[in-house]
C-alpha cells in the first residue's frame, strides 16, 4: 500500500503552493477555524480545500478539533518551526519583567504582537492568562488582542469571520463594530488598552504597548486581576507598568521574537 | 479465492464481469467510508461513523449489523479453517477421511481458543500473523491454480444459463468475499497515522481483493478451456490439495482473526458509551486490549460448532447460512453507512457536490445489491436468514428504547471518537474548548 493519492512529484508545484497556503491561514486565523472558512478566505474551490486540509491532517501537520469542523496546528509543525516556536525572551527583557511582578503584586503577561499576531513571550507562572489560541481568536476580548487591533490600519483584516460576528464571551465584551471601533480610537489615544471582565469575568487587564524606535508595534506588556482591582489601579503602578514598557522597547529591540 | 472457481463452474466467463462488479460495488462503499476515516479514528468503526452522520439510532442499528456480521464471519471462518486443517491432515495422509465433521469441529473450537487469545494478547502479534497466514494462502492457493491452469482441468458441468437467480447467487459470492475490507477502520485508533493509512486501505483492499479474486477466476477459465488436453491428461500431483486445504486453512483462520479485532472494538466501543453492558468497555491491565469484549465473542465461537456437533448438522450448510447472513449484515451496514456520509459531511461544513454524488450512488448499488442478495437467499429456501437478521436488527432497536427510557443521555453521547487533544496540537495553540492533561491518543 505505499501507493499516494497524488504522486509526491516536482511538477505540481502549485499543490505544494496551495497545501502552504492553508497551513498559513490556519495560522493567521487561529485554532477552530473551519474547512469553510479557509476556503473562502484563500477563494480556492470549497473540494480542493477540503481535500488539502484532510491531506494536511493526515500528514499530521494539522489537527482536526473535537468538533470536527475546525483545525488546528499541529504538533508537527512544532518540528518545522523548531526553535523559532519556543523562542526565549532576551535575558534582560525577562528580567525587567519578573523585576515589574515583584513591585505590582498582579499577573503580568508580556506577548508578542508582531506581523499582526498575539503570542504570549513571558506569561505570568503563577497566574497564568487564557490560553494564546483563546487570545488570539478572539481579540476584541482583551487588552493585548485590542492593542493590536489598535495598530491595525483596518481590524477587520485580522478578525476571524465576519466582522459582524464578534464573539460575546461574557456580558461585558464589546461585540458591536461601531462600539468597538469606538473603544480602539480610545486605545490609540490613551496608548493604552483596557478590558474588565470581557474575556472572563472574573478578570481585568491594562495592557502598554511596546515599541520600536520606527514606532512600529512590538509586544504588549499586561497587568491583570480583578475588574474592580484594575479599574481602581493606582497611577504610581500605572507608571510602573509604563516605565517597564519603555525599558522593554530597548530591550526587545532587534531579536527575532 | 476457491468460491472464484465455483463461480467460474457455475455461470462460466460471465463470472469475471460479476467479480469486477462486486468489487465496483465495495470500492464505491470504500470511498463513502474514507470519507468518515479521512476525519476521525474511532475504534467503533461505521457505528461511529453513522451515529455521528444519522443520528444514534442509526448508528446502533449499524453496530448491531456489524456485530451480526462480524460474528458469524468468525464462526464460518473458524468452522470452513477446522475442516481444512482437517483436510490437509487427511492429504497429507495423517488422518484416513473422517465419517463425520467431529475433528473438523474439534479442531474449530481449539483455533477459537488460540484466536482469542492472540486478541487479547495484542493487535500486533495479531496483525503481524494475519499478514503472515494471508501472504501464505495466497501464494498457495494461487500456485495450485497457476499449475492447475498449465496442465488444465476436466471440465465440470457446463455453466447453467444466465439469469437473475444465477447472477443474484454469484454476486452474493462475489461480495461475500470482499466485506470485511472496512474492518481497518476499526484499528484506525491504534494506528499510527490514522488519517493518511485507513481511507488508503479501506479504498485499495476491496480492490487488490476484486483483482486476486478475478485472477483466480481467469486461472480456472484458463484450466477449464485447455480442458483434458494431451498435455492436461498426466497424473494429478500429489502435493497440490494439502497445499491447497493448507493455504485455504490458514486464510480463513487470518480472516477470522481480522473480524474478531473488529467486531471486539465495535463492543468495545458500544460498552464504553455505555449502550451495551459498560464491562464490554473494559480494557485489559497490562495487552490494553478490550479483552471482556472478546471473551464475550467466545461462546459464540465455540459454542456454535459444539451446539452443531450435538445436533448433527453439517458445517458446510451452517457455513452457507453464515455467509448469507454475514453478506446481508454487511450490507445494512454499509447502505447505512453511504447514507450517513452526505448528512456527515454537511454537518461539518465540509459537503461537496461529487463527494455527495459517490456516496447517494454508492448507497443505490449497495441497496440494490442488498435486494439482490435477499433475493438469492430466498432463492434457496433461506429467508428464515432474512428473517432472522430483521428480528436481531428489531431486539436491538428494542433494547435502544429501553436504553432511552432510563438513560437518555447515553445516546446523545453515542459517537465517540480519538479527538485530538492538546498534545496533539501546536503548543499554545490549543482551542479553549480541549481540557488540558486529557490522555493523549497516543497514550490511551
Known amino acids: 500500500m505505499a501507493t499516494t493519492d497524488h504522486p509526491p512529484a516536482g511538477r505540481q508545484p502549485a499543490a505544494i503552493r496551495s497545501a502552504l497556503t492553508v497551513l498559513e491561514q490556519v495560522a493567521r486565523a487561529g485554532p477552530g477555524v473551519t474547512a469553510r472558512e479557509l476556503s473562502a478566505a484563500l477563494g480556492m474551490s470549497p473540494a480542493t480545500t477540503y481535500r488539502l486540509v484532510n491531506l494536511l491532517v493526515a500528514e499530521e501537520y494539522l489537527v482536526r478539533l473535537p468538533d470536527l469542523r475546525g483545525f488546528a496546528l499541529g504538533r508537527k509543525v512544532v518540528e518545522l518551526a523548531g526553535a523559532v516556536a519556543h523562542s526565549a525572551v532576551p535575558a534582560g527583557a525577562a528580567d525587567a519583567v519578573a523585576e515589574l511582578r515583584s513591585r505590582v503584586r498582579l499577573a503580568v503577561h508580556l506577548a508578542s504582537l508582531r506581523h499582526g499576531r498575539l503570542r504570549m513571550l513571558d506569561p505570568d507562572p503563577d497566574h497564568p492568562p487564557s490560553p494564546d489560541a483563546v487570545l488570539a481568536r478572539h481579540l476584541h476580548a482583551s487588552a493585548l488582542g485590542k492593542l493590536l487591533l489598535a495598530d491595525q490600519p483596518d481590524w477587520h483584516a485580522l478578525a476571524p469571520g465576519a466582522p459582524a460576528e464578534l464573539r460575546q464571551l461574557t456580558p461585558h465584551t464589546v461585540g458591536r463594530p461601531d462600539a468597538l471601533d469606538r473603544e480602539l480610537d480610545r486605545v490609540r489615544g490613551d496608548r493604552v488598552a483596557r478590558q474588565f471582565g470581557e474575556l472572563r469575568t472574573d478578570r481585568g487587564c491594562v495592557a502598554m504597548p511596546v515599541r520600536d524606535p520606527d514606532g512600529a508595534l512590538v509586544a504588549g506588556l499586561a497587568v491583570s486581576g480583578s475588574p474592580d482591582r484594575i479599574a481602581a489601579l493606582a497611577p504610581a503602578v500605572l507608571r510602573l507598568v509604563e516605565r517597564c514598557a519603555h525599558d522593554l522597547a530597548r530591550l526587545l529591540h532587534r531579536t527575532p521574537a | ?444
Open chain 2, 1 to 444: 479465492m476457491m468460491s472464484a472457481t465455483a463461480m467460474v463452474t457455475a455461470m462460466g466467463a460471465a463470472a469475471v464481469p460479476v467479480i469486477g462488479l462486486a468489487t465496483l460495488a465495495m470500492m464505491l462503499v470504500g470511498l463513502a467510508v474514507a470519507q468518515f476515516a479521512r476525519r476521525m479514528a474511532a475504534a467503533g468503526s461505521l457505528y461511529t461513523y453513522v451515529s455521528k452522520g444519522l443520528g444514534p439510532t442509526a448508528g446502533f442499528l449499524t453496530g448491531c449489523a456489524l456485530i451480526l456480521a462480524y460474528g458469524s464471519l468468525v464462526v464460518m471462518c473458524l468452522l470452513g479453517s477446522g475442516r481444512r486443517v482437517v483436510g490437509f491432515l487427511v492429504e497429507a495422509g495423517a488422518l484416513h477421511r473422517p465419517a463425520g465433521d467431529a475433528p473438523a469441529l474439534l479442531v474449530t473450537a481449539l483455533l477459537g481458543a488460540a484466536m482469542t487469545a492472540i486478541v487479547v494478547r495484542g493487535i500486533r502479534i495479531s496483525a503481524a500473523l494475519t499478514l503472515l497466514l494471508e501472504a501464505g494462502s495466497v501464494v498457495a492457493v494461487l500456485t495450485a491454480l497457476t499449475v492447475a491452469a498449465y496442465r488444465g482441468t476436466a471440465a465440470g458441468p457446463p455453466p447453467s444459463a444466465l439469469d437473475l437467480g444465477v447472477f443474484a447467487a454469484a454476486l452474493l459470492t462475489g461480495i461475500k468475499a470482499l466485506v470485511g475490507f472496512e474492518s481497518g477502520c476499526a484499528l484506525s485508533v491504534e494506528a499510527r497515522k490514522p488519517f493518511a493509512v485507513v481511507p488508503r486501505v479501506v479504498l485499495w483492499t476491496p480492490a487488490a481483493c476484486g483483482a486476486l479474486f478475478a485472477l483466480a477466476a481467469v486461472l480456472h477459465l484458463v484450466a477449464l478451456a485447455r480442458g483434458g488436453g494431451a498435455d492436461g491428461s498426466g497424473p494429478p500431483l500429489p502435493v497440490l490439495p494439502a497445499l491447497v486445504q493448507l493455504g485455504l486453512a490458514s486464510s480463513l483462520f487470518a480472516c477470522a482473526m481480522a473480524s474478531m479485532n473488529a467486531v471486539v472494538r465495535v463492543l468495545f466501543s458500544m460498552g464504553r458509551e455505555r449502550v451495551t453492558p459498560p464491562a464490554l468497555g473494559r480494557t485489559h491491565a497490562r495487552y490494553r486490549t478490550p479483552y471482556v469484549a472478546a471473551y464475550a465473542m467466545v461462546p459464540l465461537a465455540v459454542g456454535v460448532p459444539l451446539v452443531m456437533w450435538a445436533l448433527g448438522t453439517s458445517t458446510r450448510r451452517v457455513s452457507g447460512w453464515l455467509g448469507l447472513l454475514a453478506v446481508l449484515a454487511f450490507l445494512v451496514a454499509y447502505l447505512l453507512v453511504c447514507l450517513a456520509a452526505a448528512p456527515f459531511l454537511h454537518r461539518i461544513g465540509e459537503a461537496t457536490a461529487g463527494a455527495t454524488g459517490v456516496a447517494a450512488l454508492a448507497a443505490a448499488v449497495t441497496a440494490g445489491s442488498l435486494v439482490l442478495v435477499v433475493r438469492a437467499g430466498l432463492n434457496d429456501g433461506l429467508g428464515w436468514v432474512v428473517a432472522a437478521l430483521v428480528g436481531f436488527l428489531g431486539l436491538g432497536l428494542l433494547w435502544l428504547l429501553r436504553v432511552r427510557r432510563r438513560a437518555p443521555h447515553r445516546l446523545s453521547a453515542m459517537g465517540f471518537f480519538d479527538a485530538a487533544t492538546p498534545d496533539d496540537i501546536l503548543p499554545g495553540a490549543s482551542p479553549d474548548g480541549l481540557a488540558p492533561g486529557a490522555a493523549s491518543r497516543r497514550a490511551r
